[in-house]
């Protein structure tokens, strides 16, 4: 991260701040793309498909302008109490900012799922909107090509007025500098919203929370993803430490619907917890850049996704 360059500006320079959010169907890459823009893993992501569960957000500081991110989950077609607040999240999150960004994967032809994004973002008339073809690292020219072609297409079905249309591959670094070149000037003049250095406002116990999540989620069944949410009970530095060697005390728990899946979160001998734990360990004391003791429970909410008092506890 960037601080702000030391140099005196300009006094004709105009700084601009605003939100810009990435929309697109599960996987099409959001979070990737989130994390390379503002360089270091604050949004989660994982190969699993509807795992972004809050709103992130990351901050891309530059001298000339401050990018807040919005990194929303997939819109798709509820089937529970949990994915229709998903769903009123999504919209209201668009109505909101000042940039939509429509991420399509280079390596998938388009399909019914972008198409119902698409439409649904034809009616959110006054927000510019920019085509972002990611994963392009995967595909050759001509593919990349055609993948181009079909969005300004669809955007002319629609009524979609581009903004842009830009490939990009977060992976590979190609083009995700030029993508911010690209949003910035259509952000409103404004001042520095956060101070340098800030990555996100989302709480740290929430943050901490989806990093658990995530790794819990690796590598499990596919109908487990929507059944597990966890929360932090508690953050608290260890005492009698050294001053050049803190601890963080980190207490969490992992909510699961059903006793069966208590052996898939938990694995033989508990070896797949330890592991979930070591993950997540890594990835949380990079965030908060401290020495992290993790203690990780797993527990028992009984069908939480479709309780409404569940899910508040749960932070939804
Ligand atoms: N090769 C390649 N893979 C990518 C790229 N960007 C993302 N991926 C992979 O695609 C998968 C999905 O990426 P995410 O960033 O989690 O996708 P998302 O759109 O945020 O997904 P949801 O949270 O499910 O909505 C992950 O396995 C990423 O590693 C890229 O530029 N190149």
Redesign the pocket.
Known sequence: MGRMSASPQSSEAVHRSGFAC?V?????????????LVGIKV??????????RHTVRGIVHRPDAQLILV????LHKPRTLLGERLNDVVRSTWAEVDVIGF?V?A?QKLGPGDKYIAKELAGVRKTPKIAIV?????VDDKVLREQLLAIAELGRELGIEWAEIIP?????D?QVGLLADLIIPLLPEGPQLYADGDLTDEPEQIMVAELIREAALEGVRDELPHSIAVVVEEMIPREDRPKDKPLLDIHANIYIERSSQKGIIIGPKGARLKDVGTKSRKHIEALLGTPVFLDLHVKIAKDWQRDPKQLRKLGF
Do not use: W
Not at 134 to 138: P, S
């Open positions: 990435f697109g169907r599960p996987n099409a890459g959001k979070s990737t793309l989130t994390n390379a949004a989660i992501t994982s190969s699993r498909p509807q795992t972004t990194d929303t989950p997939g991420c994967p390596d990611t994963k392009t690292d995967l990009v591959s977060a992976v590979a190609v």
